[in-house]
Antibody, heavy 120, light 108 residues
Framework: QVQLQESGPGLVKPSETLSLTCTVS????????WSWIRQPPGKGLEWIGY???????NQNPSLKSRLTISVDTSKNQFSLKLSSVTAADTAVYYC??????????????WGQGTLVTVSS | EIVLTQSPGTLSLSPGERATLSCRAS???????LAWYQQKPGQAPRLLIY???TRATGIPDRFSGSGSGTDFTLTISRLEPEDFAVYYC?????????FGQGTKLQIK
């Protein structure tokens, strides 16, 4: 059973860069799309973007200028970097994977989520 | 960007009743790439339905999805106590992928 685990700082200062890593266990990162989703406290879900194991990405245009998603197949990890953060970036960040390798949606596997707070 | 509008915002029902949740898209959803998720407080979302009507692994058959084009429905035939949660629809046929704002299903 594939498992995902987010890791990274829980507190980031305004204007700095938010960096998170998702470690995949119980299966290979190869052959799948890997996604990031976030959820501000008390609000709904926002799609951030995804990366294919080969490195191709698709990112939310609203974040694209600040966003980098990368993959390290040797470590079975993928990562998110969001620059110039503000309080509006405070959210629970989830990593996720689709149920099949054919599509990037239908997110059947999720990490537990990690709360990142942007505050000085 | 495809905007998904879910209704109602809150639905109050009793265990044993039937729940009907709606998700309307601002444009046709490509390739029927429409999914439904359930989220309970403090938990990650759980995939219920994908491809409009395919139940994910382990999802009880009281959950069903239907619809096409721009109008989609999640039906829970007989509510169990554990079904009271927030439900989100998601389209993943066009970029950016988008979620609806959610429907909160609460006990009446």
């Amino acid at each position: 059973q594939v498992q995902l685990q987010e890791s990274g700082p829980g507190l980031v200062k305004p204007s700095e860069t938010l960096s998170l890593t998702c470690t995949v266990s119980g299966g290979s990162i190869s052959g799948y799309y890997w996604s990031w989703i976030r959820q501000p406290p008390g609000k709904g879900l926002e799609w951030i973007g995804y990366i294919y194991y080969s490195g191709s990405t698709n990112q939310n245009p609203s974040l694209k200028s600040r966003l980098t998603i990368s993959v390290d197949t040797s470590k079975n990890q993928f990562s998110l970097k969001l620059s110039s953060v503000t309080a509006a970036d405070t959210a629970v960040y989830y990593c996720a994977r689709g149920t099949s390798g054919a599509v990037a949606g239908n997110l059947g596997y999720w990490g537990q989520g990690t709360l990142v707070t942007v505050s000085s | 960007e495809i905007v998904l509008t879910q209704s109602p915002g809150t639905l109050s029902l009793s265990p044993g009743e039937r729940a009907t949740l709606s998700c309307r898209a601002s444009q046709s959803v490509s390739s029927s790439y429409l999914a439904w998720y359930q989220q309970k407080p403090g938990q990650a979302p759980r995939l219920l339905i994908y491809g409009v009507s395919t139940r994910a692994t382990g999802i009880p058959d009281r959950f069903s999805g239907s619809g096409s084009g721009t109008d989609f429905t999640l039906t829970i035939s007989r509510l169990e106590p554990e079904d009271f949660a927030v439900y989100y629809c998601q389209q993943y046929g066009s970029s950016p992928h988008t979620f609806g704002q959610g429907t909160k299903l609460q006990i009446k």
